[in-house]
C-alpha cells in the first residue's frame, strides 16, 4: 500500500535519476530536486492523492518599478518565470499538467493557482486534458499591493482552479468540516486572506525575501482541509520555499515536492523541520449524515423496530401509509420506497422519506430517522 501513517520523519530533498521510473517507491515527506515533469515521470502511476501546483506565472514584466517616493518595488524577475512567448508557456504546462495526471490516484483531484496572467491558459491545458472543472476560488488579498502608477484596477485577487482528475472521479470534499469552520453556513469560493508577511515571510541574511511568491500558510490550511483527509499524499510541483510541505506536515498530510533552486530548496528544509505536526485527535473532522454507513429501511423492519403493517404519518398527519414486510408503503393508489411515497402523496418532485415519515403509536410519533440512528450507533459499536 502506498499511503503510510502519518509521519514526523525529517523532510529530506534528493535527486532523483532518470529511468526510476515505474517502481513503486514513493518518496514521502521529501522534496525532489530538478525538473518537475522529469520527478513526476518517474514517480508511480496513480499514486497520489492531491496537486497543489503554483506554477510559473510568465509574468513579462518591465524592469524598474517604482514607489511614489522612488522605492524599488521587488517584482519577479527570477530566470524560472521566463518562457520566450505563450507557444512555450503552453507547451511546458501541457507538459507537467499531464504528468500530474498521471501519478494521480482516480479519485485525485488537482489546485492550480495563478493570476490574469497565466490562469486562462492553465484553465484550457487543464479542459484540454481531460482533467474536470470544479470550482473556480478567489483568493481576495486583505493587503494586495498598490497599482503604483494608477492606470490600472488594483490586482487584489488570484484565482485558484480545482479540477478532479477526469469526469467520474470522486474527489475528497470536506463539506461537513468547511461549513462547521464557517459558523455553520456553507463555504464560498471567495475567499479572503492577506498575502504572506510578518514572520511568516522567509528572509535571508541580508533581510531580503527567499522567495518573490511565497504563499500564506492559510491559503494552504483551507485547500489541505478541503480536499484532503490526514495521510494522504499531497504533491507539489513548484515547491519553492515549501509552504504546501509545512501546511500538509502539520496537518498530518504527506507531501512531495518539487523544485530547481538550491536556496528555495535549503529554505523549506529549515522551515518544514520545525513544523510540529499536530495531534491525530485534533486532526479529526466533523462528519456530516453524508459520510455515515447506508442503512436500508427493510433493516429497521428486519431487526423488529418497526413492524411490518405499522402506521407512518407525516409530522402534519396529512399524509399516511402502511409498512409491508418486504420494507415499501403502500397509501392509497401508490406504493413504492419510503421516498418514493413520500414524494407521491405530495405531489412532489423527491422527499427525503427518512425525515418526512414517522410513526404513529398512540398519540405519539416518532421520526423513523432515529429508527435508523439506533441501528447506526449499534453498526458503530461491533466495528469499534
Ligand atoms: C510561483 S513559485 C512557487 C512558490 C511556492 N508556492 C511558495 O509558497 O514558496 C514557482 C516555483 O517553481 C519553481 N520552478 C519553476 N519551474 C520549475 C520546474 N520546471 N521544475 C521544478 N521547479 C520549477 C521555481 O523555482 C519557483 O520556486
Known sequence: MLRNKHSSAPAKATTRSKGEKGN????????????????????????VDLVFADPPYFLQLEKGLTRPDQSHVDGVHDEWDKFSDFAHYDKFSRDWMAAAKRILKPNGA???????????????????????????????KSNPMP???????????????????????????????LKQANDDTQMRSDWLFPICTGAERLKDDNDDKVHPTQKPESLLYRVLMATTKPGDVVLDPFFGTGTTGAVAKKL????????REETYINAALKRIASIKPLENIVLETVKGKRAEKRVAFGSLIEQGLIMPGAKLVDAKQKHEAIVRADGSLISGKHEGSIHKVGALVQDAAACNGWTYWHLKEGKNLTCIDE?????????????A
Open 110 to 140: 488537482i489546485w492550480v493557482i495563478g493570476s490574469y496572467h497565466n490562469i486562462f491558459r492553465c484553465g484550457a491545458v487543464l479542459q484540454d486534458l481531460g482533467f474536470w472543472m470544479l470550482n473556480d476560488v478567489i483568493w481576495r
Open 371 to 383: 429508527y435508523r440512528t439506533q441501528i447506526r450507533e449499534q453498526m458503530k459499536k461491533l466495528s
Open 24 to 47: 513503486h517507491y514513493l518518496p514521502l515527506d521529501t522534496i525532489l530536486v530538478g525538473d518537475c515533469i522529469e520527478q513526476m515521470n518517474a514517480l508511480p502511476e496513480a499514486s
Open 147 to 177: 497599482n503604483f502608477r494608477g492606470t490600472r484596477f488594483t490586482n487584489a485577487h488570484e484565482t485558484l482552479i480545482w479540477a478532479s482528475r477526469d469526469q467520474n472521479s470522486k474527489p475528497t470534499f470536506n463539506y461537513d468540516a
Open 252 to 259: 498530518g498530510r504527506h507531501f512531495i515536492g518539487c523544485e
